[in-house]
């Protein structure tokens, strides 16, 4: 798979979390926000926290489940990312770090799995 199937099947899996998320009653804020630290995937409000959210696709868990795959070095950028997006987007919502695993079966079938405050 290239960059550009990789990029598109990202986009995808952060369009099913929204998707998840609107009918949990969030508000999606934005999406593939970028800055020089990195990309925020998802950023949504539920009226209480403004969610930094991590999306991460896999076909299953066999070898890992997709949550691992958001190591210490990628928390410091998601931290510092968000850093600048609250500079830029002052809010009175509580921040905060959620990790949503898709998992796509053989069928088709989808499944989302969602961390609130994965980390800190």
């Known amino acids: 798979m290239n960059g ?9 899996g952060e369009s099913i979390v929204a998707q998840y998320l609107r009918k949990k009653n969030y508000v999606i804020e934005g ?15 539920d009226g209480t926290y403004l969610c930094f959210v991590e999306v991460k696709l896999r076909k299953n868990a066999r070898f890992a489940q997709a949550r691992e795959a958001v190591d210490r070095r990628k928390q410091e950028k998601l931290r510092l990312s968000a850093q600048l997006y609250l500079a830029e987007n002052p809010t009175l919502l509580q921040p905060r770090f959620d990790v949503a695993e898709v998992y796509v079966g053989k069928n088709g079938s989808l499944r989302v799995e969602y961390l609130e405050d994965a980390f800190t």
């Open 31 to 45: 999406a593939g926000w970028h800055c020089r630290m990195g990309e925020i995937d998802l950023i949504a409000s």
């Open 4 to 12: 550009g199937e990789r990029k598109l099947l990202g986009r995808w």
